[in-house]
């Protein structure tokens, strides 16, 4: 007898297409739609109000343990973070796609920034960018170790900042997945059982809500304390 | 019946009669700019309308996101209808 094992498990991560035109660009471009731009009346609408304190509200924050020159990546953090918020969030709809779910993406957000990061450390104050491959205090012995240790994780991190997002979400969506097909089967067998993975479910969902703005707060974090590290 | 008659093609659309729909898309604006232009003012409608009021709730929102939650499914039926209630997936 063969088994066959049909992994249709990941077909939710399926770049989707739709008569052969690729609606990737409208997963990515949502954002942009679901955020207006501020309007030109004195007093705006609780919307709004509420957009723009958020946006206020982080930028400040993210900015206080920057210093001067690197205030000029406020614009781009802030925008990073509303960008992957708002694609986590709206993945945690019924039949939506994810894009933050493709690795290529993340690594797209992650490359290139960290690599700015990095960059603007060595040009502008190359010895205490490389001073970071060694921690202070380090017992005599251990230097040549560390220095090696310390280049090889500066070099893992645009990698670890993009398979993070992409391993949270991806993880997230396949356990929901998972946990529905299991409930919706577990109807017919044996439904108490089928309560308890219902349960389960609800409070996945919920970890999933938090995840979401976690992981989008947490990758843009650690893109501005590499940044607070080099300026 | 007082009022000079408008030609079709600028009329409202709520105010086209059925039998001039035809002659109505016909006289639309098709050029690219024309495209964008319609886009965006129906947009600005949208918002004006649900958004930027003083005590908007969370019906503005929430229209949109159905709206896209039914595009989305309208988009994955083809590939979800293999997955219907079978006996082997």
Redesign the interface.
Known sequence: MVLTL?L?LF?QF?S?Y?LGVP?LAIAIA?PW??F?KP?N?V??????VAQNSFVLNFAKQILLPLNVGAHKWALLLTVLMVNLITLNL?GL?????TPTTQLPLNMGFAIPLWLATVVIGLRNQPTIALGHLLPEGTPAPLIPVLIIIETISLFVRPFALGVRLTANLAAGHLLIQLLSSATLFLIDQMWPVAILTGLVMALLTLLELAVAAIQAYVFVLLLSLYLQENT | MADRAVPVVEKRLMEVKLGEIGTWVGGRDFTPNGMISSVRKGYERYLNKYIHVKKGGIGGLSMVLAGYVVLSYVWSFDHIKHDRMRKYH
């Not at chain 1, 007093?43 to 709004?48: D, K, P, T, V």
């Not at chain 1, 709809?93 to 796609?97: D, E, H, K, N, V």
Request: aromatic letters at 16%; charged letters at 10%.
């Open positions: 049909i249709g077909d399926f989707p739709f609606l949502a739609v679901l207006p309007s009346r007093i705006n609408g609780r919307s709004l709206l709809l019924p039949y939506t796609f």
